[in-house]
Nanobody, 121 residues
Framework: QVQLVESGGGLVQPGGSLRLSCAAS????????MGWYRQTPGKQRVLVAS???????NYADSVKGRFTISRDNAKNTVYLQMDSLKPEDTAVYYC???????????????WGQGTQVTVSS
C-alpha cells in the first residue's frame, strides 16, 4: 500500500514563503513524475509544478519565477518552495506521484490528502 503524506501548509501573509513536502512510502520500485496540483472551491484541480525522476521540471505560468519544485529520490520526497506568495495562490495543494511497483510493471497515479495554503493579511 502506498501513502503520500504532505506537510508544510498554513497561513502566510502576501509576499511570504512556505515550503511544502510530500513523502511517498510503501513497496515502491520507482517513481517517475512527482508533482503538485492545487484546487479552489468550485474549480478543477490544476497543475502547479512537476518534476521527473531525471530532474526535468514543468511549471504553471502563474507560478514561474516564484515557486521551485525539487525532489530527493533517495527519500521518495518532493518539495515545493513557494516564495512571493499572493492571495490568488490560496488553495488546497495536492501532491501526486506516478509509481511503478516492479521493474516491468505498469505505472499508477497516487495522490496525497491535500494541505491548505492560505495567503492573507
Amino acid at each position: 500500500q502506498v501513502q503520500l503524506v504532505e506537510s508544510g501548509g498554513g497561513l502566510v501573509q502576501p509576499g511570504g514563503s512556505l515550503r511544502l513536502s510530500c513523502a511517498a512510502s510503501g513497496s515502491i520500485f520507482s517513481i517517475n513524475t512527482m508533482g503538485w496540483y492545487r484546487q479552489t472551491p468550485g474549480k478543477q484541480r490544476v497543475l502547479v509544478a512537476s518534476v521527473t525522476d531525471g530532474g526535468t521540471t514543468n511549471y504553471a505560468d502563474s507560478v514561474k519565477g516564484r515557486f521551485t519544485i525539487s525532489r530527493d529520490n533517495a527519500k521518495n520526497t518532493v518539495y515545493l518552495q513557494m516564495d512571493s506568495l499572493k492571495p490568488e495562490d490560496t488553495a488546497v495543494y495536492y501532491c501526486s506521484a506516478t509509481i511503478q511497483f516492479t521493474a516491468v510493471g505498469y505505472e499508477y497515479d497516487y495522490w496525497g490528502q491535500g494541505t491548505q495554503v492560505t495567503v492573507s493579511s
